[in-house]
C-alpha cells in the first residue's frame, strides 16, 4: 500500500475490497481479515463502512475542493477556465480508485452521503463555466468538458495507446469544447 499510516491502509483496503466484491458485499469482518487486525482494532479508527468511504472521499476529494477555493477567488476568463479543467484533470487522476468505486458501486453511492456531496462539488465546478448570457448549445458544451474528463479519465483505460497521450487528447477535446462555448466572450 502507498499509503502509510493505518486509517490510510484501511482506507486502501477497504477501497480494494469494495471494487472487487461490491460496497454492499462487504463487511467490516472481510476489512479486518484483510488488514489482519481484529475487528475492535477496526472499529478504533472507523465505526462503520460508511464512516470509511466519506473517509476516503474527503481524502481524494480535497484536491478539488482546494480548487473550487482558488477558483472563486480568479478572474472568469478563458485562461482561467482552462486552468480549472487541467487542475480537475489531475485531480480526477488522483482520486481514480475513488470515481471507479463510485462508478461500480451507482446504486450505494446514491444512499450514501457522499453521492450528494459530490453531486454538489460537481454542480459548483460548472457554474465557473456557465455565463447568464450563454446559448443553451454553450451551456451544454461547457458542461460536456467537464464529463470528457470524467468519460476520458476512466474509459480511455480500455482504448490501445499511450496512457500520456490518450489523457492530452482528452484534455485537448475538454479544452476545445470550452473554447468553443466562450468564443464570444
Known sequence: MARGNTRQRIQDVALELF??????????????????VTKAALYYHFKTKEDIII????????????????????PRTLET???IL???QRALLAA?????????????????????????RLFG???????????MEDRVRSVS????LHAGTFF?????????EKQKAVLGVALDLVDRAHRKQ
Open 19 to 36: 471494487a472487487e466484491q461490491g460496497y454492499e458485499k462487504t463487511s467490516l469482518r472481510e476489512i479486518a481479515e484483510r488488514l489482519g
Open 55 to 74: 473517509g476516503i472521499f474527503q481524502d481524494l476529494t480535497r484536491p478539488i475542493d482546494e480548487l473550487l477555493a482558488w477558483a472563486a477567488d480568479q
Open 81 to 83: 477556465r482552462h486552468e
Open 86 to 88: 487541467r487542475r480537475y
Open 96 to 120: 481514480a480508485p475513488l470515481f471507479r468505486f463510485m462508478h461500480e458501486n451507482q446504486a450505494s453511492v446514491r444512499e450514501l452521503s457522499i453521492g450528494l456531496t459530490f453531486k454538489e
Open 125 to 135: 465546478l460548472n457554474e465557473f463555466f456557465q455565463e447568464p448570457d450563454s446559448s
Open 145 to 148: 468538458a467537464i464529463f470528457t
Open 156 to 164: 480511455m483505460q480500455n482504448v490501445e495507446g499511450d496512457p500520456e
